[in-house]
């Protein structure tokens, strides 16, 4: 069957350190691959999503960004994060047209 | 622009009382409808999905949803809600084309008191 992992489940950081969150798959191959951030009291925003390995469509300009080094993993960083990155940070996985999601890292930004 | 409305952000119901959550949304094209379900400190789930077919669709733990294309609505039903219900609730559409971007509300949180 098939799993997704993302650690750190919980990060405190300064502002303008920088940032990567990891997020791997496993028990599937070639998965489209997507970073969502839920700022509290709003929804779920896409922010990146990927069909393949080097491939990154951006959704959300910002102090962000992603790459896929592999097919199985999907790296969310940053260079210097600001106080409004603070949030919810979802990675999920695709099959056809239903996705599944991990179980989001925490952020906050002091 | 394209967006999906829930325009209840809480709803607070007494234990065996009926629920329905709104959601609308405003893409022009062919789409899949899914309601996901968060509840308190679990992964984000999926409660129900609507491809195609019969637009009357159930879910798990007695959810159901139904599509209403002319009204772009898929709102979520139970008859008889449970404390076990408390959670925040995300309606979502996809398109069918493209890489399957999820465009989703900004969620309803539901109290259920027992």
């Known amino acids: 069957s098939q799993t997704i992992h993302q650690w750190p489940a919980t990060l405190v950081q300064p502002v303008g350190s920088p940032l990567s969150l990891e997020c791997t798959v496993e028990g599937t191959s070639n998965p489209n691959l997507y970073w969502y951030r839920q700022a509290a009291g709003r929804g779920l925003q896409l922010l990146f999503y990927s069909v393949g390995i080097g491939q990154i469509s951006s959704e959300v300009p910002q102090n962000l960004s992603a790459s896929r080094p592999q097919d199985r993993q999907f790296i969310l960083s940053s260079k210097k994060l600001l106080l409004s990155d603070s949030g919810f940070y979802l990675c999920?996985?695709?099959?056809?047209?239903?996705?599944?999601f991990g179980p989001g890292t925490r952020l906050t930004v002091l | 622009a394209q967006s999906v409305s829930q325009h209840n952000h809480h709803v607070i119901l007494s234990e065996a009382a009926s629920l329905e959550l709104g959601c609308n949304y405003s893409?022009?094209?062919?789409?899949?409808l899914f309601w996901y379900v968060q509840y308190p400190g679990q992964h984000l789930q999926l409660l129900l999905k609507?491809?195609?077919?019969?637009?009357l669709v159930k879910g798990i733990k007695g959810f159901e949803a139904e599509f209403i294309k002319s009204k772009f609505s898929f709102n979520l039903r139970k008859p008889s809600v449970q404390w076990s219900d408390t959670a925040e609730y995300f309606c979502?559409?996809?398109?069918?084309?493209?890489?399957?971007?999820?465009?989703f509300g900004t969620g309803t949180r539901l109290t259920v008191i027992p």
């Open positions: 999920a996985w695709s099959v056809l047209y239903e996705q599944f």
């Open positions: 609507y491809f195609s077919g019969d637009p």
């Open positions: 893409y022009g094209g062919t789409v899949n």
């Open positions: 979502a559409v996809t398109l069918q084309t493209g890489a399957n971007n999820l465009f």
